[in-house]
């Protein structure tokens, strides 16, 4: 156990533990016993730092939100051809970790449905997606118009990355990373955002 | 209440009772014991048709489903220029009544991270959807390769209602119906399956 410098840490390491046990359990089946015991605190430190397991989960939640972003500005700081591609895969389920944290959110989402809260969140997140994915689109430059444009692309992108991996999810089997792969490649490649040329050739090989 | 006449309709009403009861308040939320209050049943009686209260979550999932394929039929059952966009749009959140069942989805998709039966449920549900819309596509015309491509395009045609149900059921107010029926015009265009000249003039008018 590392050793923690302050209360907001020690907090985050106590949703990270959460969010593996949500990825594992489910909500139903994560308790604060649970998770205190898991992070090696007594259930009496955890509830001075989580009001109520409501709390709890929704830290949980930004962990597996900051997980993924961290994997996106990752793939982000790379250059070359394939960058847009590999920053929209690191927000798929295409690996042990990134299908945990797709877990948690399906998890949380189960739970949005009647937590204000949670959905308030929920909504959040998917703004700051759009505008995360707009700003890799343009890398900041245009006009207001030019990023309108690129902000409708984006939200192109992120309905292919949540329709994959509502099936990915459930299915993993049926959806090995390479098709995952291939299927936001035809995405950007429709939206001119990577060349058509690799897409069709891949498209031909599928075929054939 | 209606006369029920035996054994498994009385099962069916029951889970009718939970689906509603999980749209609104979540899996976490909804009790066996609030079921049976609110279908009119003793807790004994309930217990007695379902094994445990994931059982009758099961169940009410399978209602939801049921629910969705019965609109999508009924729209199937309309001829006109409009018939495959009146399919694809009973399946997406633009009313009341398919807000509803998509939050008894996401609720269970939380609980299916961590029960197998219910993922088993939500693989097949994937699975036969490919197929009802496959079936839409070709009539049931058409050799091994065209059903193949169908299912392809089918394939797309769910990615785009999963992804545009996992935005629209968290923020109603950013996906109106609207938003909602242009996202899948604009898919079902793409895919060659409706004119693409309505949805090039639908395009200008948004961009004017």
Chains 1, 2 share one sequence.
Not at 185 to 197: Q, Y
Request: charged share 30%; glycine share 6%.
């Amino acid at each position: 156990m590392p050793i923690v410098v302050d209360h907001r840490e020690r907090r985050w390491q106590v949703a990270e533990v959460a969010a593996d046990l949500i990825a594992k359990l489910g909500i139903e089946g994560v308790t604060v016993r649970e998770v205190s015991a898991a992070a090696g605190y007594s259930t009496t430190v955890v509830s001075h730092y989580f009001e109520d397991k409501s709390e709890l989960m929704r830290m949980a939640y930004r962990v597996a939100v900051v997980r993924a972003r961290r994997r996106v500005d990752e793939a982000a700081a790379k250059t070359g051809p394939r960058r847009l591609q590999a920053c929209i895969e690191a927000m798929l389920p295409m690996d042990a970790e990134r299908l945990r944290d797709w877990r948690v959110w399906f998890a949380l989402w189960g739970m949005a449905v009647a937590e204000p809260a949670l959905e308030r969140e929920q909504r959040q997140r998917l703004k700051a997606t759009v505008e995360l994915v707009t700003g890799l689109l343009t890398d900041g430059a245009g006009g207001a118009r030019a990023q309108r444009a690129a902000a409708a692309r984006a939200e192109e992108i992120l309905i292919a990355v949540n329709g994959i991996a509502t099936q990915a999810v459930f299915d993993p089997a049926a959806w090995p990373p390479a098709r995952q792969s291939a299927a936001i490649r035809a995405v950007l490649a429709r939206l001119g955002e990577v060349s058509g040329a690799a897409e069709r050739r891949t498209r031909r090989r599928r075929a054939g």
